[in-house]
């Protein structure tokens, strides 16, 4: 009896070892993806879930669940940044083909736009609004003339500027292009993210561009998030290093 009560504490730590690291890398989940990638019951993650919430280490959402920005397992720029590089890279290459010289650009603050950002130096005359502080100090160092949101650095994610602030300073421009990404994409094009804030910060860009383009690499397909960003049908391209659902229009997809 001893051996088995061991035995299942020692499965139990385990199980919230292996979601945390999941949480890690993508920063949100599914109970149903959980439940597969543990090879356990729903019913068994959601009782892992539930104590790694007591724990304060995770919250808690409909159907999933997302990890707390101010606990050691939340991932920082610098480490997600080394994540499906090579695949960002990829991306970024297909994007930037849209570019002309003298355009005005949207990145939000997301790895995939960071990626955009170090071609930027190959154009002449761009200008560039960003709410990611690693990429304004990497448009810095090119002399790549640049536009701060300003704003609040996100409690969540403390890479990015968020707030009502942020949102105004991105209303008083219109640009030529948006570059932006998301946590999640669903098999129907439905674009999701874990992070609240960044779901403004990204509509407003959107909003106010001429193009918008979804930057996508293959770990956010087939997925959903907390939060509910906007249709692929409100985008003009999706730069992926994969093949898209059916159902997305193949005129909406970009590659080298």
């Known amino acids: ?53 007591q ?26 940044i080394h994540q499906n590089s090579f695949e960002k890279k990829k991306i970024a290459l297909s994007a930037i083909k849209l570019i002309k010289n003298g355009d005005i650009i949207f990145l939000d603050g997301s790895t995939s736009a960071f990626y955009i950002a170090e071609y930027l130096k190959e154009f002449k005359n761009i200008r560039v609004i960003t709410n990611g502080i690693d990429t304004l ?44 990404s998301a ?28 193009t918008k383009v979804f930057l996508c690499d293959n770990t956010k397909t087939g997925k959903t998030a907390p939060y509910h960003l906007c249709s692929l049908k409100d985008v003009d391209y999706v730069a992926s290093n994969q093949p898209l659902p059916n159902s997305i229009p193949t005129e909406k997809f970009l590659t080298l």
């Not at 890690?24 to 790694?52: F, G």
């Not at 098999?187 to 960044?198: L, P, V």
């Open 137 to 180: 100090s990497l448009l810095a160092k090119y002399n790549i003339l640049a536009y701060s949101t300003g704003g609040l650095v996100s409690a969540e994610n403390p890479s990015v500027l968020v707030g009502r602030y942020a949102e105004d300073m991105i209303g008083n421009f219109h640009a030529d292009i948006a570059f932006f």
């Open 55 to 80: 724990k304060g280490l995770v919250t808690r959402t409909h159907g999933g669940v997302k990890i707390n920005g101010d606990n050691n397992f939340s991932p920082s720029f610098t480490f997600r």
């Open 183 to 210: 946590q999640a994409m669903d098999n129907d094009g439905e674009i999701y993210d874990c992070y609240e804030d960044e779901i403004f910060i990204r509509r407003a860009m959107i909003q106010n561009a001429k």
């Open 1 to 53: 009896m001893i051996i088995l009560i061991k035995v299942s504490i020692f499965m139990k730590i385990t199980q919230e070892k292996r979601v945390l690291e999941i949480l890690e890398t993508q920063q949100y989940a599914s109970v149903d993806e959980l439940s597969a990638a543990l090879s356990v019951s729903a019913s068994t993650i959601r009782r892992t879930l539930e104590i790694l919430q």
